[in-house]
C-alpha cells in the first residue's frame, strides 16, 4: 500500500514569537520579584549577578517580553521583527552567561531552545515582509 500524503510542516510565527515574549515576560517578572532573591539560588547565575544585579536583569527583561507580547498581535512586522530581535538576543546572551558559569545546568539549553524559537519566529517575519511588503500584506 502506497502512502500519498504529503507531509505539510509549517511554522506558526506568532506562536513562536509569542512564546519567547511570555517565557522571558515571566521569567523576568520572577527575576524582578522582591520577595524571591533567585541568583543565590544556583551557580548558573553567577556570571549574569557579575554584569548586573538581580533587579536589573528583572526589569530588562520583563521590559523585552512586555514589548514582544504586545507587538506579536500587531500587523506590524518592522516592529515583530525588532521584538523578536531583542528577544533572541537576549536569550542567546542568557544562555551563554549560564553556560559560561556552570555548563552542566539545564537552564542554558532551555534559554538557547527558545531563542532558536525566537530566531524561527524572526525568520517568519522576514519571509512575510519579503512576500508581502512592509507590513507583510499583499
Known amino acids: 500500500?502506497?502512502?500519498?500524503?504529503?507531509?505539510?510542516?509549517?511554522?506558526?510565527?506568532?506562536?513562536l514569537e509569542f512564546l519567547s515574549a511570555l517565557y522571558?515576560?515571566?521569567?523576568?517578572?520572577?527575576?524582578?520579584n522582591p520577595w524571591v532573591n533567585s541568583f543565590v539560588s544556583s551557580a548558573a547565575f553567577t556570571e549574569m549577578g557579575h554584569l548586573a544585579p538581580e533587579w536589573v536583569w528583572g526589569?530588562?527583561?520583563t521590559?523585552?517580553?512586555?514589548?514582544?507580547?504586545i507587538i506579536v498581535f500587531?500587523?506590524?512586522?518592522?516592529?515583530?521583527?525588532?521584538?523578536?530581535l531583542l528577544?533572541?538576543?537576549?536569550?542567546?546572551?542568557?544562555?551563554?552567561l549560564v553556560f559560561y558559569s556552570n555548563f552542566a545546568s539545564t537552564a542554558g539549553i532551555t534559554y538557547l531552545v527558545i531563542a532558536i524559537c525566537a530566531w524561527l519566529g524572526f525568520t517568519?517575519?522576514?519571509?512575510?515582509?519579503k512576500n508581502g511588503g512592509r507590513n507583510g500584506k499583499k
Open 1 to 15: 500500500m502506497r502512502f500519498s500524503r504529503k507531509l505539510n510542516f509549517s511554522i506558526q510565527k506568532r506562536e
Open 24 to 32: 522571558l515576560l515571566m521569567w523576568g517578572l520572577w527575576i524582578a
Open 59 to 61: 526589569i530588562v527583561i
Open 63 to 69: 521590559a523585552i517580553g512586555l514589548f514582544q507580547t
Open 74 to 84: 500587531t500587523e506590524n512586522c518592522e516592529l515583530r521583527a525588532v521584538a523578536a
Open 87 to 96: 528577544s533572541m538576543f537576549a536569550l542567546f546572551s542568557m544562555s551563554m
Open 124 to 129: 517568519e517575519i522576514l519571509a512575510d515582509v
